[in-house]
């Protein structure tokens, strides 16, 4: 199946640093979401990004679906902004199976 | 659009034991997913509906496991004879359309074997 690669694992910031975080995947994609699990557990849709680029507020995402990669940019971050992000991916179309990857969690210190 | 629904959000049960848990799509989503997630992983698929027909089942889900989706509205996952192995939070998704579209998760349930 199609693998999906997360960096960094853990990442520790200052509110209001500025962050990159990396979803890495073995073949071609027909959906990628990229989601934000709260600390109750709720993943929370934040893209819905097979190819390109968008912005929402302080996130944005891009991604390049023929080097197989994805970006998720959060700029100057809020506290609220703490718990593990989440790229999933959906191989082939009418195959609707999202594959996650193991995140990255995110830590913004006062 | 109140958003995906599941219930119970907690269940403690002994080893053995039969548990169901139900979510409620959003309206008019005629997709549904099932996702397990254990401690420090991603959520992992088990199976999908579209309406009430189940495309799909992961090798995950073994024969103690259970989907239904009756009327294409809420779906139902019980679990036979559940084992420690089996503590996790089940995620509930839906979504509409014919493939690639975004998928929306509830709260989840989560379970603990005891």
């Known amino acids: 199946g199609i693998q999906v690669e997360q960096s960094p694992p853990d990442l520790i910031l200052q509110e209001g640093a500025n962050s990159t975080l990396r979803c890495n995947f073995s073949d071609s994609v027909n959906n990628l979401q990229w989601f934000h699990q709260n600390p109750w557990g709720q993943l929370i849709n934040l893209f819905y990004?097979?190819?390109g680029t968008k912005q929402n507020g302080r996130l944005s995402a891009t991604t390049v679906a023929t080097e197989r990669y994805s970006l998720l940019y959060i700029s100057s971050s809020q506290t609220t902004d703490s718990g593990v992000y989440f790229c999933?991916?959906?191989?082939?179309?009418?195959?609707?199976?999202?594959?996650f990857g193991t995140g990255t969690r995110l830590t913004i210190i006062p | 659009d109140t958003g995906v629904s599941q219930d119970p959000r907690h269940k403690i049960t002994k080893r053995g034991q039969n548990v169901t848990f139900r979510c409620d799509p959003i309206s008019e989503h005629n997709r549904l997913y099932w996702y397990r997630q254990t401690l420090g992983q991603g959520p992992e698929f088990l199976t999908y509906?579209?309406?009430?027909?189940?495309?799909?089942k992961s090798r995950l889900l073994s024969d103690r496991f259970s989907a239904e989706r009756p009327k294409g509205s809420f779906s139902t996952l019980e679990i036979q004879r559940t084992e420690q192995g089996d503590s996790a939070m089940y995620l509930c998704?839906?979504?509409f359309g014919l493939g690639g579209e975004t998928q929306y998760f509830g709260p989840g349930t989560r379970l603990l074997v005891l």
């Open positions: 999933a991916v959906d191989k082939d179309f009418g195959n609707e199976k999202l594959t």
């Open positions: 509906f579209q309406n009430e027909a189940q495309l799909e």
């Open positions: 990004i097979p190819s």
């Open positions: 998704a839906s979504s």
